[in-house]
């Protein structure tokens, strides 16, 4: 009886970690696993079966590749820009200037408007007859037309102004939580050492930053590869987006096999992003290890 015991007891079973972890995972797999398996139906299957027709069509359509460049494109120039906006604006909270408490309350003020409102916002001053505009023939300067539909560079100008002034704050609420985890000691120990300003931000900040800048890349990548409502707001379909083409699909077009088609696009790019912003943010030390 006792050996029988023992034997039971060293039978392999299921770790109970796997029974903590099971309800997450089913709650992951229903959440993103069903609607990501219905898009791929959606996108490859007609009412004769399995078809590439829709996918052919979607790259077929003259607006695909121009709105899959302007989205990469406002990516890498836009996330740059604000990264570099939410760290500066973060060294400056850091330092308790005057008014310091009111500064980041202003800065997050764009967080409660909604996408579209924004655009809205911008439409009004970059439109022919805008505030801008109106400015600049106050000082005798005749305002350029931002949003006509023949300049590619000026519609991308104004909604990377935007997109600026409303998604740059997500980024900084986060860079700003995480500069609070910083002890002061480490920055006062490199000035001790004679280390410049910028030593200290490349060899001390940024390092220890390197869990929130992590997460606030891979959020606000994908939140700009979602971009739409305040382009659709500026300049309608003269600058086409991957989601606005997404939503003209379902909506105008009616089409929901290609507008998944479209999506699934837009997943497969956002999670090709994300593996490569995790492999290149690993801490130093963990890749020493693995290798």
Known sequence: MATEAVTRARRPGVPPVVW?????????????????????????KSDDGFTMSYLERMVADPLFWPAVRNTLLLIVVLIPLQF??????????????????????????????????????????FTDRGYLNSVLSHIGIEGP???AYDNQTSMFFTVVVAELWRATSLVLVIVVAGMQGIPKDYDEAAQVFGATFWQRLRHVTLPLLRP???V???????????AFAVAQALTGRDFPLLVGETYNWYT???????ASALALVVLLISLVTAIIYLRALRDPAEKRGKA
Not at 216 to 226: D, E, M, W
Request: net charge positive; aromatic share 10%; charged share 10%.
């Open 252 to 258: 105008a077009l009616r089409n929901p096999h290609v």
């Open 216 to 226: 606030a890349l891979i959020l606000r990548t994908i939140l700009a590869f979602q």
């Open 145 to 147: 037309s931002w949003l």
């Open 212 to 214: 929130s800048l992590q």
């Open 20 to 44: 903590l972890i099971a309800p997450s995972v089913l709650f992951m797999a229903a959440l993103l696993g069903w609607p990501v398996c219905a898009g791929l139906v959606e996108a490859v």
């Open 84 to 125: 570099a906006l939410a760290i500066g604006m973060s060294l400056l909270l850091r330092a308790k200037p005057r008014f310091s408490g009111l500064y980041f309350y202003l800065w997050a003020v764009p967080l409660a408007v909604s996408d579209l409102a924004a655009g809205l916002v911008w439409l009004s001053i």
